[in-house]
């Protein structure tokens, strides 16, 4: 019989009344996910979530790598089926994972039987089958307390299944189960890692992108499509909106204090931001905000560009340190891409002497000789919105 996987459902299963919601929810994202790799038929039952190929020209290894991305799910593990019965059993472990065994200094066998009406009991299912694999690979030990490895026997409702040690699934909840957010996504480290971890709370993510030609290239859009792009592998796909940017960055500088210049502009982005959101319903923003971090980031300046939205904002990133924040770029395969050097609009026209502990009033004031009405308006009317799906080619 053929191998399929097996998605263990995390928090999820804790959910009470809503279970049944999330449960669905996830079942329809695997299955949309799995849509690219073949005919899988995706099923649930017993708090797991089944994915089995139904033809030879299923992709069996890519569909298990994007497996590994879907949120809600906490581990999984591929296996093989086979008829509920002990010598099916043994064969099945010899034909799937014989060679893992005899690579191993001692293993033994873990049992679950949710079918009941199995005749044995878990473990008298691990004594049976370990004693079989004992006497078949004489030169591998049983162990029951530190095994070098763990043959895992399900008796379920369908099949029993033999696999090897699970691996770990992306965790959170299923997306789309926390509603939608959307997230400001600049060429750095952070938004990314801001976007993947409020995804993994179960955010379905959308993205706005603020863009000033000249001043940013090509280059720099290209890559925060490919950054928007790694996301997706994730999150699913999703909207990227361009904004045009320069018009207002020109105005600001133009019309006001350079020690407000970032302040000022970072208003502009929120409430753009927060217009696009409500448009496409999304209930909130996300930023890769750090406290600290640069000049912008501090709690005043946070007041300041906070005082434009009616919106929760998202800072996921707000307390934690760079090394922490790199170590998850580089998990979710964001980092490589971050570095590369493009602009982005944030440093263009940068203050020499920021104001750090700016008050709305002031700020306010440094504002008046804008139409900001008009200008936000107008960068409306000019958005670019790019489809992002994690399949499209990369564009850098
Ligand atoms: P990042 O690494 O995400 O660029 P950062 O440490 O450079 O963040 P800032 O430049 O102060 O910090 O930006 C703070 C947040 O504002 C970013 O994390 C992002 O959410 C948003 N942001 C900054 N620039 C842009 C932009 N050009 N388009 C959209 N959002 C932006
Ligand atoms: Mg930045």
């Known amino acids: 019989m053929k191998e399929i996987f097996l998605l263990k459902l995390g928090e999820i299963v804790l959910k009470g ?30 708090s797991t979530v089944y994915v089995e190929p139904m033809d030879e020209e299923c992709d ?13 799910v906490v581990s999984l593990c591929r296996c093989r089926p ?28 873990e049992s679950k039987r949710s079918d009941k009406a199995f005749p044995l009991g878990s473990i008298q299912i691990s004594q049976e089958i370990g004693g079989r694999l004992a006497e078949a690979h004489p030169n591998v030990k049983v162990d029951v307390h530190h095994p070098d490895y763990t043959v895992f026997v399900e008796v379920r409702d369908l099949a029993a299944y033999v696999h090897g040690p699970a691996e770990p699934g992306a965790g959170g909840l299923p997306t789309g189960a926390a509603g939608r957010a959307m997230c400001l996504l600049s060429g750095g480290i952070d938004s990314p890692v801001a976007a993947h971890m409020m ?3 179960g955010l379905e993510i959308e993205c706005v992108h603020f863009f000033s030609y000249p001043y940013t290239s090509q280059l720099a859009k290209d890559k925060v499509v490919e950054l928007a792009r790694l996301v997706t592998k994730y999150t699913g796909k999703m ?10 960055q020109e105005a600001i500088r133009d019309n006001c204090p350079e020690e407000f210049f970032t302040l000022i502009m970072r208003r502009f982005m929120m409430e753009i931001s927060m217009r696009i959101a409500k448009h496409d319903g999304c209930g909130a923003l ?44 580089r998990k979710i ?18 203050p020499k002497h920021p104001k750090t502990k700016p008050t709305l009033e002031q700020v306010v004031n440094a504002e008046r000789k804008l139409d900001r009405e008009a200008l936000i308006t107008r960068a409306l009317e000019n958005i670019e919105r790019i489809k992002v799906a994690y399949h499209d080619e990369a564009v850098l």
């Open 60 to 72: 069996i290894d890519g569909a298990w790598e994007a497996c590994r991305s879907i949120f809600g």
């Open 17 to 46: 009344a809503n279970k049944r919601q999330f449960e669905a929810r996830l079942r329809a994202n695997v299955r949309r996910r799995m849509r690219f790799y073949g005919n899988f038929d995706v099923y649930l039952m017993q």
């Open 82 to 109: 086979c008829e509920k019965d002990l010598d099916a059993i043994f064969e099945a472990i010899e034909n799937y994972l014989g060679d893992d065994l005899d690579c191993a200094k001692s293993f033994k066998v």
């Open 286 to 329: 996300i930023t890769g905000e750090n406290l600290g971090q640069v000049a912008s980031q501090t709690m005043e300046a946070m007041t300041v560009t906070g005082a434009v939205v009616d919106i929760p904002i998202f800072m996921p990133l707000v307390g934690m340190d760079k090394e922490e924040i790199v170590t998850i770029a």
């Open 333 to 350: 395969g964001t980092f490589e891409t971050a570095i590369l050097p493009y602009e982005d609009c944030c440093t263009v026209f940068t």
């Open 199 to 201: 995804g993994k709370r």
């Open 239 to 248: 909207t990227l909106n361009v904004v045009s940017f320069t018009e207002i």
